[in-house]
Antibody, heavy 117, light 112 residues
């Protein structure tokens, strides 16, 4: 089954760090752009970052620039989001998603990040 | 950044009746390849979002044929020909013409 599985979420204090991972299975991971999208409790979807197939192009939303870094390891079929200097407003479920024809056609189940003291 | 505006934000519908959601973008979503970079998603309660429509009007694999997308440039519409109970959830439009990718606020569909 084509799927994405996120991990790495949890409770962290403000100013702390976390590294999220997303493992892909049953498709050629290196063929696709990949995205991170988050959803704060009770709120809508917010796009966070994306990365090109070979990792040569990345883009982060302004609210996380300088704090978050998207990366990938195609040999491990894995996508990552390194999150530093975390703030309360970063509390959210983080989803990884695959891009196909401009749409995010495969989504993971999400991993919850809670930033609180 | 491209701003995406959906209406209505809440949509009560009787089962079997049609429904429509509007999405407007602050600038044209027409790509140089001739396609509109607009997608629609449904997030059912407690689930991850699922793709319904891509490139403005193409139904995603697995999306029921009662869902259709139309529009071009800055004005787009998602239509449900006959609403079913399983269509309850929040619908989002999303543009991917330029970074940052942006979503609409979401439209909550509920059954009357």
């Amino acid at each position: 089954e084509v799927q994405l599985v996120e991990s790495g979420g949890g409770l962290v204090q403000p100013g702390g760090s976390l590294r999220l991972s997303c493992v892909a299975s049953e498709f050629i991971f290196s063929n696709y752009w990949m995205h991170w999208v988050r959803q704060a409790p009770g709120k809508g979807l917010e796009w966070v970052a994306h990365i090109k197939q070979d990792g040569s192009e990345v883009y982060h939303v302004d609210s996380v620039k300088g704090r978050f870094t998207i990366s990938r390891d195609n040999a491990k079929n894995s996508l990552y989001l390194q999150m530093n200097l975390l703030r309360g407003e970063d509390t959210a479920v983080y989803y990884c998603a695959r891009v196909r024809d401009g749409g995010l056609d495969i989504w993971g189940h999400g991993t919850l990040v809670t930033v609180s003291s | 950044d491209i701003v995406m505006t959906q209406s209505p934000l809440s949509l009560p519908v009787t089962p079997g009746e049609p429904a429509a959601i509007s999405c407007r973008s602050s600038q044209s979503l027409l790509h140089s390849n001739g396609y509109n970079r607009l997608a629609w998603y449904l997030q059912k309660p407690g689930q991850s979002p699922q793709l319904l429509i891509y490139l403005g009007s193409n139904r995603a694999s697995g999306a029921p044929d009662r869902f259709s997308g139309s529009g071009a440039g800055t004005d787009f519409t998602l239509k449900i020909s006959r609403v079913e109970a399983e269509d309850v959830g929040v619908y989002y439009c999303m543009q991917s013409l330029q970074a940052p990718v942006t979503f609409g606020q979401g439209t909550r569909l509920e059954i009357k």
